[in-house]
């Protein structure tokens, strides 16, 4: 069994930047990918970005693209991300995935952490 957790959600004005952490435990994730999605209220959640388990991948929403980045430490067993110029339609809860039983984008992967919520003010 694997346990994901995240931090580093909060309150930001419009531009400004904050980094997510995704700490796993259970078992070393060393050799999956690793992903985040996000939900804003009354809408599906929504693939953000993900990462193979080499960094040598990494896949991006088109709205976060250039502004968001996504990387691994796999001897921590964390996954991170760098949100930049973040805008008021990036407030959402986000949440860190690993294990996809298909592709990155979809909703189907095994282990989910619960979620940090960031939002973003104008």
């Known amino acids: 069994q694997v346990q994901l957790v995240e931090s580093g959600g909060g309150l930001v004005q419009a531009g400004g930047s904050l980094r997510l952490s995704c700490a796993a435990s259970?078992?070393?994730?060393?050799?999956?990918?690793m992903g985040w999605f996000r939900q804003a209220p009354g809408k599906e959640r929504e693939f953000v970005a993900a990462?193979?388990?080499?960094?040598?991948?990494?896949g991006y929403a088109q709205s976060v693209k250039g502004r968001f980045t996504i990387s691994r430490d796999n001897a921590k067993n964390t996954v991170d991300l760098q949100m930049n110029s973040l805008k008021p339609e990036d407030t959402a809860v986000y949440y860190c995935?690993?294990?996809?039983?298909?592709?990155?984008?979809?909703?189907?992967?095994?282990?989910w952490g619960q979620g940090t919520q960031v939002t973003v003010s104008s």
């Open positions: 995935a690993a294990e996809p039983r298909s592709s990155y984008s979809s909703n189907e992967w095994k282990y």
């Open positions: 259970g078992r070393s994730l060393s050799s999956d990918a």
């Open positions: 990462i193979r388990w080499s960094g040598a991948y990494t």
